[in-house]
């Protein structure tokens, strides 16, 4: 039975349980909320857990926007074997024993894997080529290359390293790691190029997103506690955490509902900017162009 929404337009921080798609949670929420108005911002996979933003009626417009943030992963890189998917659930392609990998050699090569790089994604992502999912050609048999694309590491920090034995008996070394990184960099894809780099191999066994722009886990609620009681981020405090802010008084609030573009001298980001009127009410998200408040997404009107 379809229950009634309980909660106004805003977002929905979920922490992401194991095993389960963020379709999956998708649908979860669209029958808590009682609306079909509902989108996540940044795919994790049935693998990964931790932090998924959701977005109910109006604050879907935002999602797009907050793909933009960076983001923070816990995850264990297991070396010694290579699997299809560059993760655990992918079925072990090579196997190399790791035992001879030094701390410093890790070290190494994880600075190699900071800062400003360029990253083929993983075969089984998301990504479209002419019109069709990389995972989906994967399942088919497809042989393909994905090319290479920009990506930002902003820190990659090993906290300890584990030796282990893997089911058919290769040595293996599980790195625990801490990732900051922009939207759109493939944790999966970092263990598999630093695996290569060291010679061994590498895959990902374990993924939590700790972080979305301002976002955390600590303010994320699970799918149990959300059914308890669906928490929503009124839109307007979702917009006021995630974009630099910009007030404005009653008259230009009234010409940017009519679609005036307002004077906007020096606000200075890079990106969207979220406009407030005199009584706090989120009115748009702009952009600076030529002086000028470029309207990239209005709520008012």
Known sequence: MKRKGTGPDGLVIVDKPEGIT??????????????????????????????????????????????LTAKTYEATVRLGQTTITDDREGEVTASVAADGVTRAAVDAEVAKLTGEIMQVPSKVSAIKIDGKRSYARVREGED??????????????????????????????????????????????????????????????????????????ESARTLEQLEEKLEVLPIAEAAAAAFPRWDVDAEQARLLANGV?????????????????????????????????????????
Not at 274 to 281: K, M, Q, S, Y
């Open 22 to 67: 963020s379709h999956g949670v998708v649908a979860k929420l669209r029958w808590l909320a009682g609306t079909r108005k509902v989108g996540h911002a940044g795919t994790l996979d049935p693998m990964a857990t931790g932090v998924l933003v959701i977005g109910v009626e109006r604050a879907t417009r935002l999602l797009g926007h907050l793909m």
């Open 144 to 217: 393909f290359e994905l090319a290479a694309r920009p990506t930002t590491v902003h820190a990659f920090t090993v906290h300890g390293t584990r030796a282990d034995v893997a089911e058919d008996g290769t040595p293996v070394l599980d790195l625990d790691v801490t990732v900051e990184c922009s939207s759109g960099t493939y944790i999966r894809a970092l263990a598999r190029d630093l695996g290569a780099a060291l010679g061994v191999g590498g895959h990902l066994t374990a993924l939590r997103r700790t972080r979305v722009g301002p976002y955390a886990v």
């Open 261 to 301: 573009r307002l004077d906007a001298p020096g606000l200075g980001a890079a990106g969207p900017v979220a406009v407030f009127d005199p009584d706090g009410r989120f009115l748009a998200l702009i952009e600076e162009s030529g002086g000028k408040a470029k309207p990239v997404a209005v709520f008012v009107g």
